[in-house]
């Protein structure tokens, strides 16, 4: 079975910093992963994902991950940060056939200005 | 293009009543999802439907969960009987009928309150 941890529940960081989210996987098969962003009260938008192909995936509002298949990492990062991007981030991964997505617990995203 | 559309935003259900909650997919999507979203937990994968078929249904509870995504109409989610555990925020998601690792969209969500 497939699982995602998300290594942080909680990242505060100043505004205009860079910043890192961490993301774990556990499959036996080959893999698709996403991010996904959810704003308070809405439902959740896409950032990026990686189905194949070159393992830096550059994804909306300036992030980009990188996918690490002998760590099986794929850490989520922005250079510099907004108030704007406070806000939930969800890992997640599917095995393309099963189709279902499997979530981390999520990473709740503060900037401090 | 209109995206996943749900109704209701907010309900609230006193325990042993009935919940229904509804999905219109995005235009030309077959494929629907559900997921559920507990207070301070991450989404789990209820049910994925296509039009008239149930595909997978392993996250699905044994008893008073169904869900339904009849050929003409938006996709339906029936909790019977709610009771106060089935407080949760519901997500639909779609996606297009191509092949696998599509991105599903999802809905701003149903948030659900048992009294």
Redesign the interface.
């Known amino acids: 079975a497939q699982s995602v941890t998300q290594l942080d529940s909680q990242v505060p960081v100043f505004e205009e910093a860079p910043v890192e989210l961490r993301c774990n996987y556990s499959s036996s098969v080959s893999v698709y992963l996403f991010w996904y962003v959810q704003y308070p009260n809405q439902g959740l938008q896409l950032l990026l994902k990686y189905l194949s192909g070159s393992t830096l995936v550059k994804g909306i509002n300036g992030f980009e991950a990188e996918f690490n298949k002998s760590q099986t990492s794929f850490h989520l990062r922005k250079p510099s940060v907004h108030i704007s991007d406070t806000a939930e981030y969800f890992c997640a991964v599917s095995d393309g056939g099963a189709q279902k997505l499997v979530f981390g617990q999520g990473t709740r995203l503060t900037i401090n200005p | 293009n209109a995206g996943?559309m749900q109704n209701p935003r907010h309900l609230v259900r006193r325990r042993g009543q009935e919940a229904r909650l509804r999905c219109s997919p995005m235009k030309g999507h077959s494929?629907v999802?559900w997921?559920r979203q507990l207070p301070e937990?991450?989404?789990?994968?209820m049910v994925?439907l296509q039009k008239e078929n149930i595909?997978?249904e392993?996250?699905m509870p044994k008893e008073r969960f169904s869900a339904e995504f009849p050929k003409e109409g938006p996709s339906i989610l029936r909790i019977q009987q709610v009771v106060r555990g089935d407080s949760a925020a519901y997500?639909c998601?779609s996606?297009p009928p191509t092949r696998?690792?599509d991105?599903?969209?999802?809905?701003?969500?149903t948030?659900l309150t048992v009294l």
């Open positions: 996943v494929h999802y997921y937990e991450g989404l789990k994968f994925y595909i997978d392993s996250g997500f998601a996606s696998a690792a991105t599903q969209y999802f809905g701003p969500g948030r």
